[in-house]
């Protein structure tokens, strides 16, 4: 039996947040929660889960353009608005965890930043977290951009930009829009040379962390560094 229109619908998935909490909801409730009301005939518990099948799940559908989701039947500018708004409050969300006067003690949050900053470019990108001296954030730069076959890193950028920055060490990235992330032998030898080129101005590379579909790999960990 097909359960009713308000079991699947938002004033329920609403009522299991109050009494359970977020952590309860199913995706497709809690984004027929974001999304408050249907649209066209459709109930907003259908919406929800026509486009988690559509999309693939949240992480498509949160990672689609503005265009391919105002075409989508029950999305306008001011739901697609929504969902846009919700994928950015999760970047800062987690850079905030980050950049917030305290040293980095954990590695599962700078995993998680640099995971949601990259993972998703179409292209690759090449970004660094530079540090003070107590290995706290002081900024985060996207730095190179390359085609989807990789991008030209230029160890006298990262250095320039380290000085300027006023950093004591720094965290590289970047993203293998392949989703494999096993480090390149290119990978291994710019990591290197950045290494090298930092030393000499006394600046300290803690890792190289590269990001694909699964957990970051980091080069550091591997002994790469």
């Known amino acids: 039996m097909r359960p009713s229109s308000r ?46 099948d559509e999309f693939g799940g949240l992480r498509g559908l949160l990672q689609a353009g503005q265009d391919r989701l105002e ?31 305290e040293t980095i003690e954990s590695p599962e949050a700078t995993e998680q930043y640099l995971k949601s900053a990259l993972r998703d470019h179409p292209h690759e990108v090449f970004a660094c977290l530079f540090l003070d001296t107590r290995h706290r954030v002081i900024a985060f730069e996207e730095l190179f951009h390359g085609t989807i076959d990789g991008a030209t890193v230029y160890p006298r950028v990262v250095a320039e930009k380290a000085l300027k920055h006023g950093a004591a060490a720094l965290i590289a990235a ?52």
Do not use: C
């Open 71 to 101: 075409s989508q039947r029950g999305l306008g500018p001011a739901k697609s608005a929504k969902l846009q708004a919700v994928l950015e409050l999760s970047r800062r969300y987690l850079r905030e965890m980050l950049v917030r006067g």
């Open 7 to 52: 079991s699947l619908g938002q004033p329920g998935a609403r009522e299991k947040l109050a009494v359970s909490g977020a952590a309860a909801l199913d995706d497709w409730e809690l984004l027929a929660v974001l999304l408050g009301t249907g649209a066209g005939g459709l109930p907003v518990a259908e919406l929800a889960r026509a486009l988690l």
């Open 174 to 225: 970047h993203n293998h829009p392949s989703g494999v992330g096993e480090p390149s032998l290119a990978d291994q030898a710019i990591t290197r040379r950045l290494k090298d080129a930092l030393q000499l101005l006394d600046i300290r590379l803690l890792d190289h962390f590269v990001i694909g579909d699964g957990r970051p790999v980091s080069m550091a960990a591997r002994g790469m560094l």
